[in-house]
């Protein structure tokens, strides 16, 4: 029965992506707007968690205020679906300069020219997807790690989409030696550095709360002493306009005295994060749960009698 329904989600979110992808992208967004309304003043999907996160990470702000932002971070999301929908179609390697334009290009396209892989780090911020879509349009091996999704038929399909330009997906369990493999190789990894990673998690300040972050991130960059890119694909004015950034690069043959520990790294690559997002909060998922839990108090040993 499960699958079954799985398939009829699945086909309902084909139909849909076809219909967008035949509309120019503000009759689409004119067409979802109800939905739109429908999220943010019906259904209020997440709307605690965004509040939250919002009045936590700009405390200055008033209550009108974060409606506002979240309200724009909505409008952000489905503007992304409808982004995503149609890049494949309409950007490609004889015009992207059309959508495209770079932020610290020079830096960016030095480092992933270097026969080492690298570790691509950004977050849920902008169109993130297409960023690395972008990535694999110019030819550089790249590879990703996600969590496979519940439905087994939109899982195939969208990483069939990613898999076009050449981003190759891994599954998050069991992938590690894989990724090891690929790494060794010269492939890049491309990675979200925001999600919560647990109790067991690097915890360091994102937002001034303290925040999870996967250690392992850090540790590939160390491990293979592979250059880390923060790196970030924001929207612009107009019709797909992006800017494909690189905010920075830590080297660990070169920053080896600022970066030699994953807690070091970590803080680097989160700090930098941060920074994109605030000159754009709009452009960030808030509805996401960043800040799960809290740092373990590690236990007093007791003393000897």
Request: proline share 4%.
């Amino acid at each position: 029965m499960k699958l079954v329904a799985d398939y009829l989600v699945y086909f309902v979110v084909r139909i849909a992506l076809c219909i967008v992808g035949a509309l120019p992208v503000q009759s689409s967004l004119r067409i979802a707007y109800p939905l739109l309304r429908a999220l943010t003043e019906v259904f209020k999907i997440r709307a605690d968690v965004i509040d939250d996160n919002l009045r936590h990470a700009f405390p200055s702000l008033t209550i009108q205020q974060r409606k506002i932002l979240a309200r724009k971070h909505w409008e952000h999301l489905l503007q992304m679906i409808i982004e995503i929908a149609l890049a494949h179609r309409k950007i490609h390697l004889t015009n992207w300069r059309d959508h495209i334009h770079f932020k610290n290009k020079r830096l960016l396209v030095r480092t992933l020219l270097d026969r080492r892989p690298q570790v691509i780090v950004s977050g849920h911020y902008g169109n993130f997807e297409l960023g690395g879509m972008v990535f694999g349009l110019f030819g550089f091996p790249i590879f990703t790690i996600a969590r496979p999704l519940d439905n087994p038929f939109l899982d195939t399909f969208f990483n069939q989409q990613r898999s076009k330009n050449g981003l190759r997906m891994l599954k998050k369990q069991g992938s590690a030696k894989e990724a090891e493999a690929l790494l060794s190789s010269g492939t890049s990894l491309l990675v979200l550095g925001d999600q919560a990673a647990g109790d067991r998690g690097c915890w360091v300040d994102f937002f001034g709360r303290p925040a999870s972050t996967h250690k392992a991130i850090a540790l590939f960059g160390l491990t293979f002493e592979a250059p880390m890119i923060v790196a970030y694909c924001k929207r612009m004015e107009g019709t797909l306009h992006f800017e494909l950034g690189c905010e920075g690069v830590a080297d660990p043959k070169v920053h080896q005295k600022e970066y030699q520990g994953v807690r070091e790294l970590t803080c680097w690559y989160t700090q930098n994060l941060e920074m994109i997002i605030r000159r754009d909060p709009h452009q960030y998922w808030w509805a996401h749960r960043r800040w799960k839990g809290k740092p373990r108090v590690p236990r007093r040993k007791r003393s000897a009698a």
